[in-house]
């Protein structure tokens, strides 16, 4: 993906940030704390915040948060929902806050739409030493039969690269990370899953994948005849015809420390 074909995917879910807020899902709390360790202190930045998944798994586990998030849109809903949570306007490639003013930068979902090249000095910048940066990802576990026929019939717009266990790990294996920003080093690169669920209608299934960047920048026709297909297929099996159901998830975790 070319950087303005970056820009436009993510800069597309401000479209749909009140859908986005309702139907995507929360990050497992195993995975948020396993994300945290070793970071020196409560002090976490959620950097690319979104309407504030993860901002509200780190507040139920006691951290002290500022949420970061450039799409105005976004940014409404998660001071919606979240009033006591300092938010603010910005990017990780222009953060608004001081020089290793946190102990932690997460990600949720996000950490692939940052500039690396720009975003790794300036997430340097404002994590403290030994603080921990952190991106996590809601994956869907393909290894569930069901699971892995919605990833074939969806397609990658819908169901990416990122977005099963195993593609996962081969993509983020190679991400980059910072590995310098002035005189910051970066530790070596961890990853661990831990599993996670949401409860799911067909109908709020096609719902959530309608949120992805892929589906939200396709033409109104390609993106019915996308959607329409899903639904089809999730109308076929016996595991999602008929009312709720868990859709089996992974909370994947790529960790790195600030040396």
Known sequence: MDQDERLLHSSSF?????????HRPD???AA???ALQPAPGPRVLDLGAGTGKLTAALVALGADVIAVEPDPAMLTELRRSLPAVRA??????????????VDAVLAGNAMHWFDMDVAGPEIARVLAPGGVLAGLWNVMDDHVGWVAGLAQVSGSAAIGPRDTPDSWRAETADMHLPRAGGAARFGSPEQAGFPHGQRRTADSLVATLATRAGILVMPEG?????????????????????GEFTLPLLTSVLRVRRL
């Open 222 to 242: 390609e993106r019915t005849a996308t959607l329409d297909r899903i639904r089809a297929f999730l109308a076929g099996r016996p595991e999602t015809a008929h």
């Open 14 to 22: 401000g479209t749909a940030a009140s859908a986005y807020a309702e």
């Open 32 to 34: 948020v704390n396993w």
């Open 88 to 101: 603010l306007s910005g990017s990780a490639e222009a953060i608004p806050l001081p020089d290793a003013s």
């Open 27 to 29: 990050y497992a709390h």
